[in-house]
DNA sequence: TTTAAAATTTAGACAAATCTAAAAAATGAC
DNA sequence: GTCATTTTTTAGATTTGTCTAAATTTTAAA
């Protein structure tokens, strides 16, 4: 039940790899690690080993249901932390990602859900990414962009799939942020400009923009 | 100017060990660190071709003065971590050391700074020991057993010795913890208990208790 | 002051995680 | 379908931190 940090480093690197149940390779593990073929191979046998891993030589791996609800949990903390990072010390989204890295492998289960009570179980991380919960289970969501967005139905920002310098800043002085709540007002065919509510604001953006930020939205509401 | 987990570890045991500069022998050593006297020696070696010991063969050894340095900033995480996990998430006193001798090894200056200045530079830990700043200094203090605080003179509660839960139960309902302002108003010699002001409120104390309680004093005050 | 006991260091081995170089297997171009 | 190329695995070495057992040095008792 308790892993390396090394060990951890793989399993989380082949649970991004793999998204929906591909299987991953050697190489393109040993690149996303910036390690070797054989290193890789090594830990490979390691972790087949625990039974994490489904793995056939000569044939990539993927996570056994065991391997994703590690997985799960590694990914659990270091969004977890990130969103401390980011709420609490006021670190930018930028910097959070790297310093995640190192806080993720403590891993003390009840650390961990103290400090999402503490943060108040924040569904997505600073990157709009979902944060799985105490038992490992990811939110499901209505995720879609926001040109996409019904008119007049409530959304709540959850990604921001452009993290550019440019694009933050543009963020930031329009108030949109993870968790902004916001509606869609007017629709302007003539260049897909949205004009949004939020907060009581009246707010213009471009198309462009819009493609870029992603919305939970409930059907059923309002 | 980065040392592994297993580096820390030994740096931090031989600053606790040797206190205001004697000398730490290697049996000493392994016996804190739950190793072999064969393995310190190894370390010593390492240690010592950093520059972090003075070290003579068969003598023993003690923190040069890069050593201490390093070993402050290592306490100062740990401690400002042992805060954080008391103050925000709730943890016990008794629980939080364990938690952060995981967490003290995450080494990031800026993070360390952030997370000082989210706890608003708290100048002690929960067990009352002094946390150092960012530059590694410690807070001198006028540091006594409560039995000794003179009368009316405000005192802040900054360590407390004995940690069994008794206690713990006993200082909970008197409302004492590290940090609590108080003042005493009266002394019995009878049986040597104390009446205190705190918030207050007057409450009365037991002379075993009070010897337990260390206050910091600023003779200069009031 | 000699010598037995205790403390410390050295020597050699091992596990984890990595590497390079070589061998083996799979792939795809013809 | 064969064969060169690419991918993956194996073999053997290295580093870090640890260990046991043996050798060395210090200490302290007689």
Redesign the interface.
């Known amino acids: 039940m308790n892993y390396s940090i090394s060990e951890e480093n793989y399993i989380k690197a082949i649970y991004h790899l793999q998204g929906e149940s591909g299987t991953v390779t050697t190489n393109a593990l040993a690149e996303k690690l910036s390690t070797k073929a054989a290193s890789v191979t090594d830990m490979m046998k390691k972790l087949s080993a625990k039974k994490l891993l489904n793995y056939k030589p000569y044939y990539g791996f993927t996570l056994s249901t065991e391997g994703k609800k590690v997985a799960l949990f590694i990914i659990r903390r270091h969004r977890l932390w990130e969103f401390f990072?980011s709420q609490?010390?006021?670190?930018d989204w930028e910097e959070v990602h790297q310093?995640a890295e190192?806080?993720e492998h403590?891993s003390?289960k009840v650390?961990i859900d103290?400090?999402d009570?503490?943060l108040g179980f924040p569904p997505f991380d600073p990157h709009g990414d979902p944060i799985p919960d105490s038992k490992g289970r990811i939110a499901s969501r209505n995720n879609l962009p926001l040109s996409l967005l019904p008119k007049n139905k409530p959304g709540i920002v959850c990604q921001v799939t452009n993290q550019s310098a440019e694009m933050l800043e543009l963020l930031k002085h329009k108030s949109i942020g993870i968790g902004t709540k916001l509606e869609v007002r007017k629709h302007f065919p003539f260049d897909q400009s949205l004009e949004l509510k939020i907060k009581k604001q009246i707010v213009t953006i471009s198309e462009q923009l819009a493609k870029n930020i992603f919305v939970t939205y409930d059907e059923n509401a309002n």
């Open positions: 990072l609490k010390l006021g670190f310093l190192e806080l403590v003390n650390l103290r400090l009570e503490f």
